[in-house]
């Protein structure tokens, strides 16, 4: 476990050891940032309108939200992973509705869209998560928390379960508060970068008004969780993988989702760019846009479900050919379950009424 903290003399510390021994040690609600998205149903409807203008064209112009080539590099392998806690896990939720575009694909992951601090329509992968009120997605830090314009949260955020060129067959459901690691929205640290977000209901449209399509997990099912479990373990890892390698080569067009599967690194992996000290890697050779995907950790081919044990954060060329090879993720232990712990029980609503009002 990695902690950074602003001593007395204000220098920067980032060391488990360390910061574990000095008193007044930061507890678990401390290491929680939330921040609103759609605050209301009158901005959650506007969000949804942006997206769904013109038979969904916003969404068609969306690419993937690329990294720097420059970031792609060879990750550093060292040490063995020491969980801050108990291992624990939470079980999945099936659903009842919906048929997936793809059997062998699990119905919970689908895209985030977002509009970045460019103004260019940007997409990511994630996945619905179980949650009480059926309404939580988990994705990458960097697919929520606006790291290049310094705002709290990306602009006119929206998650789309079972996305397919251009169609939203459960609907689009609008971020309404974003759950993430203080280090990560305060210090860009990456060893923490996941995020949780509650959504609204979902909202669909039968061709001449919006209607409510009902809660997330209802539709789609969600996805488990796990936490400090132990490393070296096969995951089966989904994500939209869409930009170009290094080598300028595109291979995927970010249209339907890709697949690995392998064993995580049994060591630690360290990306000093990035301030990683505590990533697992896979063996991958997939490009940005897979960002935020879910990695399953027991994952069942019949009933399409596992346990989130990671979401794809970086990228690497392991064997120096400009090409991806490897993905990495943070390591989820109990703070990663705390982030999870205060968002999971946190209620959103509806924003549309039956007959296509907005729902006060």
């Known amino acids: 476990m990695k902690r950074i903290l602003l001593p007395a003399g204000g220098a920067l510390l ?19 940032a939330k921040d609103p998205m759609a605050t209301n149903t009158k901005a959650a409807y506007s969000v949804a309108a942006f997206w769904m203008r013109s038979n969904f064209a916003a969404l068609r112009q969306a690419t993937s939200y690329t ?21 624990g896990q939470t079980a999945p939720q099936s659903s009842g509705s919906g048929k997936s575009q793809n059997v062998n694909l699990p119905k919970t992951i689908g895209k985030v869209f977002f509009v970045d601090a460019s103004g260019k329509y940007r997409w990511c992968s994630a996945t ?14 960097h697919c929520v928390y606006d790291t290049d314009g310094n705002r709290d949260v ?30 990560f929205t305060t210090y860009e640290d990456y060893d923490r970068d996941y995020a949780f977000v509650t959504v609204y209901n979902g909202i669909g449209h039968d061709g001449k008004k919006f209607v409510d399509a009902g809660r ?3 539709n789609v099912g969600g996805q488990g969780i796990s936490w400090n479990q132990p490393s070296g373990k096969p995951v089966r890892a989904f994500g939209y993988p869409y930009a170009p390698h290094p080598d300028g080569n595109k291979v995927y067009s970010g249209v339907t989702p890709k697949t690995c599967y392998g064993p995580t690194t049994g060591k630690k992996v ?3 760019w990035l301030k990683i000290e505590e990533h697992v890697g896979l063996k991958c050779a997939v490009t940005p846009g897979y960002d935020g995907g879910p990695w399953l950790k027991n994952y069942s081919n019949s009933k399409r479900l596992g346990y989130v044990n990671g979401v794809t954060s970086t990228f690497a060329d392991q064997d120096g050919n400009d090409r991806i090879d490897w993905i990495t993720s943070p390591y989820f232990d109990g703070e990663t379950a705390d982030v999870y712990n205060a ?3 946190v209620w959103s ?10 729902y006060k």
């Open 14 to 32: 980032a060391t488990g050891l360390v910061a574990a021994s000095l008193s007044g040690v930061a507890q678990a609600a401390d290491d929680i």
């Open 67 to 87: 990294w720097d080539a420059a970031d792609v590099k060879k990750v550093v392998q060292k040490g063995g992973y020491s969980p801050d806690g108990r291992p």
């Open 128 to 141: 619905s998560i179980q949650s009480n009120y059926r309404n939580l997605v988990a994705t990458a830090g």
């Open 154 to 183: 990306l602009d006119r955020w929206v998650f789309v379960p079972g996305y397919y060129q251009g169609k939203a067959p459960w609907g689009i459901y609008v971020g309404k508060q974003a759950f993430t690691h203080y280090d």
């Open 216 to 218: 997330l997990g209802d």
């Open 270 to 272: 360290g990306a000093s």
């Open 343 to 345: 968002a999971k029980n």
């Open 349 to 358: 609503g509806k924003v549309v009424g039956p007959k296509g009002e907005l």
